[in-house]
């Protein structure tokens, strides 16, 4: 009879401490995808900090375009309210209105030598370029972290304890269709 009471606590203990690991373990996971969003949410916050000055710079130059330097502003406000609300289907769609925004800027300053000429604007393009390329990459890492915690929280038994303590899928950064599509320069600079 002991023997049976020993065996049963065995049991238990062993399936507890499982169920620790993997508890833990999703934990790990869910804490990943918030550090990948907040590495993403950082480089998000300088870039909407330096696109004022993108735009007050290109103002300087008579004639500058306001339609493009509005739609840069307006895909920035978008960008910056899908940011605080977390909302991140939204933060997809407004980064395609701003990555075209500043395309579209990019290109109509090519029609502009002293402002292309400028140290200043070149600074800020050199500048907000890098935190395009950074977002990119802070994007792949934050869909693996992403995926790896949607899978998990779906395999068994992992299940069992995600739901046991309401672990949740999460969203991917995903960008339109547009943004996967080849760039018409002819239609940039026409």
């Known amino acids: 009879m002991d023997i049976i009471i020993y065996i049963s606590l065995a049991g238990i203990t062993i399936v507890l401490v499982y169920g620790i690991m993997l508890y833990n373990s999703l934990v790990d996971i869910k804490h990943s995808v918030s550090q990948a969003w907040s590495n993403i949410d950082i480089l998000l916050k300088q870039r909407h900090d330096e696109l004022p000055k993108l735009v007050e710079t ?71 370029s890098g935190l395009e390329n950074s977002i990119a990459d802070r994007r792949e890492y934050y869909n693996e972290a992403v995926r790896i915690n949607n899978v998990r929280i779906e395999q068994f038994p992992d299940v069992i304890v995600a739901n046991w303590f309401k672990f949740k899928p999460r969203d991917l950064l995903e960008f339109s269709d547009v943004d996967r599509q080849d760039v018409n320069i002819g239609k940039l600079f026409g």
């Open 58 to 128: 290109c103002k300087q130059y008579m004639g500058f375009e306001q339609e493009t330097l509005k739609q840069v502003i307006a895909a920035r406000s978008q960008v910056a309210s899908a940011r605080e609300t977390g909302n991140i289907g939204a933060l997809g769609s407004a980064e395609n209105m701003l990555r075209v925004g500043l395309g579209n800027l990019f290109a109509v300053a090519e029609d502009y030598p002293d402002l292309k000429a400028s140290e200043k604007f070149q600074h800020l393009q050199a500048r907000i």
